[in-house]
């Protein structure tokens, strides 16, 4: 997931004049994307695969791909010293309109200091609220001390709205789509699968084997920990295994980086009725399956999972 991020980074002239583009012109954001070139911007992440709420999108569903909406900003809470999760309300009697897996689009304007010019930023986010939930989705950020978006929803206060976009479709999830998912995750990575482990767990009818494996860089930095642990306790077709970098001497979970050893023992072998997905930062994505190409090609399969044995087909980059 936070390999996009990587593009923004290296994008971010083009992405400042397309932004100011936006804000002169107001065209549609499709529009847009379509002008410059899909592959040069982030956020444009494919946005198919959404066949039945595209077709009745409508005042029942609160996000418009076609369209930025205000959402509200209700509260927050910390989750650790750099995370929070904010709750963001829109009309009561809609839902979000999100088909799992997939995250929406943020925006924001920001003046530049010293020239006083005003620019708009966009940043992608994976809501890990129930998709079901009416008025309502929240948000798990990390606050990054350079970080633009990360940086204006933290100093947002309750009342204060944000603007949002969506759905953008990453992995169009089907109950019962494969035997056994294995998952990989990486700090905020965390967030589709939160998507998915919900999507599975909450259905009675859905019986698909889950075995999360989840990286951090300390016991005190893994996110939603003890929701994590309850839903394994209560599930018995859901595993979760934490690695983490520095931990005191009674940690039970894993140290250190993820490697193939603890990847043969936790996740599903290779296999037809198998996926893995993967989200994370670019270090662990690229160590873990090899980086995506781009947002809209998922690259070469590398890394640990290609030597494990894994094929490109069994393996989904976030
Ligand atoms: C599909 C998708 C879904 C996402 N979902 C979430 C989510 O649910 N929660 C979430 O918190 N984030 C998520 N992200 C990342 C998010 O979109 C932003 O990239 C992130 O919040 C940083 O944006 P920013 O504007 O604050 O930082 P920027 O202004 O873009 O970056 C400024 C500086 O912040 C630091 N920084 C920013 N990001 C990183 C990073 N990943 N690793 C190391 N340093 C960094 C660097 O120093 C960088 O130079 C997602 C990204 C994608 C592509």
Redesign the pocket.
Known sequence: ??????Q??SS?SSMASLEEAINRKELQFAAICALVGIAAL?VA?PRSSEPAIHSKRSKDFALNPKQWVNFTLQESHPLTHN?RIYRFTFDPNAKLGLPVAS?LLTRAVLTTTGSGRSYS?I??????SDPNAKGYCD??????????????IAQLKPGDTLEVNGP?T?LPYKANMKRHLGMIAGG?GI??MLQIIDAILSNPNDYTQLSLLYANLSPENILLKDNLDALAHAHPNFKVFYMVDIAATDWTGGLGRINKDVIMKGLPHPSRDTLILVSG??GLVEHVCGDKEDENSQGELAGLLKEIGYKMEQVYK?
Do not use: A, W
């Open positions: 997931m936070q390999q996009h991020h990587q923004h980074d971010s982030y992440v995370t995250c930023i940043r992608p986010y994976t809501p890990i948000l798990m950020v990390k606050f990054y001390p350079e970080g633009k978006m990360s940086r204006h953008v990453k905020t967030t589709p930062p670019p976030f």
